[in-house]
């Protein structure tokens, strides 16, 4: 390491000064800094859980906003389509297609991230469905805008990544733990949302509710609130 580059710890304490900023554009430059050095080609030791929720949460606000501006602008698109304003809409498909290259770029990033480093070096259960999700949800964000064939292959990589994920999660983790309430809440929005089942979303979302209920007296205070959270939002998607 050169004197200049900054150490591991420097940069996770740099990425919360971001976040406490609001600064996620450059929380997410120090933590992929970080990922960068965990495993794979980094040679080192993979992300704590505090590392790895930091990443996340850098990326979650990051694509957040754009998926945001991206749905505001569609819904004005249609609007102005519908009163016959060629003009107007012409300009908001530009405009549109400025975010959605944005939207790429951002998942494209954290996508090779996965691959390179976060996935080969996940040892144990609980990160390799954090990881797998993560990879999945970000399939999803690009299935949200695109079309055709492209459209087709980003919904049938979020499916290789949740079934990948469902099938470690279901096998190690138990049904209370919130990384796979949170993997079968989301799967079940890629159903409802991506694939026009809201039928296999129902149902995928009642199953991992019904499974962790039965479970949850055995839960301390802190994991009975994030679980429950999450059992809330399966029963309300």
């Not at 949460?57 to 602008?73: E, L, M, Q, T």
């Not at 949302?193 to 205070?221: H, M, T, V, W, Y």
Request: with cysteine; hydrophobic share 40%; proline share 3%.
């Amino acid at each position: 390491m050169s004197p200049s580059e900054p150490t591991r710890e420097e940069s996770v304490y740099m990425a919360k000064l971001a976040e406490q900023a609001e600064r996620y554009e450059e929380m997410v430059e120090f933590m992929e800094r970080v990922a960068r050095s965990a495993g794979g080609a980094g040679g080192g030791e993979e992300l704590s859980v505090e590392e790895r929720n930091l990443l996340s949460v850098a990326y979650k606000n990051v694509i957040g906003a754009r998926r945001a501006s991206w749905r505001i602008i569609s819904s004005i698109e249609q609007k102005e389509e519908g009163r016959g304003n060629e003009a107007h809409a012409a300009s908001i498909r530009a405009y549109r297609s400025k975010i959605e290259a944005e939207l790429a770029r951002i998942c494209d990033g954290i996508l090779a991230l996965l691959d390179s480093h976060l996935v080969p070096s996940a040892g144990a259960a609980e990160s390799k469905v954090f990881y797998l999700k993560m990879k999945g949800d970000y399939h999803r964000y690009l299935a949200e805008f695109k079309s055709g064939a492209e459209r087709k292959e980003a919904a049938e990589s979020t499916m290789n990544a949740y079934k990948a994920a469902q099938d470690i999660a279901l096998a190690d983790l138990a049904p209370t733990h919130p990384i796979r309430l949170g993997l079968a809440l989301n799967f079940s929005v890629f159903y409802y949302e991506i694939l026009n089942s809201p039928d296999r979303a129902c149902n995928l979302a009642k199953q991992a509710f019904d499974e962790a209920i039965s479970e949850l007296d055995s839960l301390g205070e802190e994991s009975y609130k994030d679980s429950t959270l999450i059992m809330q939002l399966c029963v309300t998607t």
